[in-house]
């Protein structure tokens, strides 16, 4: 993925987290800081990009897409962001897990290490709508710009629903006058 679906997972989890409240700047500093905060958990499985510098092999379980992309590790990162805030503990293993998840729909790619470290298997879903987007400087060309329009109209309903909620200013599913 070009990483816009990961964003857009985040942007609309943060957007909802930050969601109570009247309008003003305190929720306004809230919605920054969730939204960030989700974005950047929406992003961590692809710290491991850092494998390729040091001579780790994409297949190798600490590879691209090997551990950081499991659900183990999903848990884990939920749970130590739980010990400091409990109530966005489980939103953080959910937003962490689905970098995971949405890597398995797409179109390329050795697999996601989805069960590591019970198994070193990767996996893939059986449908698999998503193009894989090409790495590095790859994704400044024709193929890249395809792959990023691919993802903005698939995740389009998640943008949407992050940005009516930042613009909206309300709390969920109330009325805030705003």
Do not use: Q
């Not at 989890?13 to 919605?31: C, D, I, K, S």
């Not at 893939?124 to 792959?147: C, E, Q, T």
């Amino acid at each position: 993925m070009a990483s816009f679906g990961h964003v857009a997972v985040g942007l609309a989890a943060g957007a909802y987290l930050a969601g109570e409240g009247p309008p003003g700047p305190a929720r306004r500093r809230r919605l920054a800081l969730a939204c960030a905060g989700m974005i950047a958990l929406s992003l961590l499985p692809d710290l491991d990009v850092i494998a390729f510098r040091f001579g780790i092999p994409y297949e190798a379980p600490f590879g691209h897409r090997g551990a950081s992309h499991s659900l183990a590790a999903a848990l884990g990162i939920g749970g130590l962001v739980g010990l400091w805030r409990p109530r966005i503990g489980l939103w953080a293993a959910l937003v962490v897990a689905s970098h995971g998840l949405l890597d398995t729909l797409t179109t390329g790619g050795r697999g996601v290490a989805l069960l590591w470290p019970l198994v070193d298997d990767r996996y893939f879903a059986p449908w698999r709508p998503i193009p894989v987007s090409p790495i590095g400087l790859r994704m400044l060309s024709a193929r890249g710009l395809a792959v990023v329009t691919a993802e903005v109209v698939i995740f389009a309903p998640l943008w949407i629903y992050a940005l009516w909620r930042m613009l909206r200013g309300g709390a969920r599913g109330e009325e805030s006058g705003a």
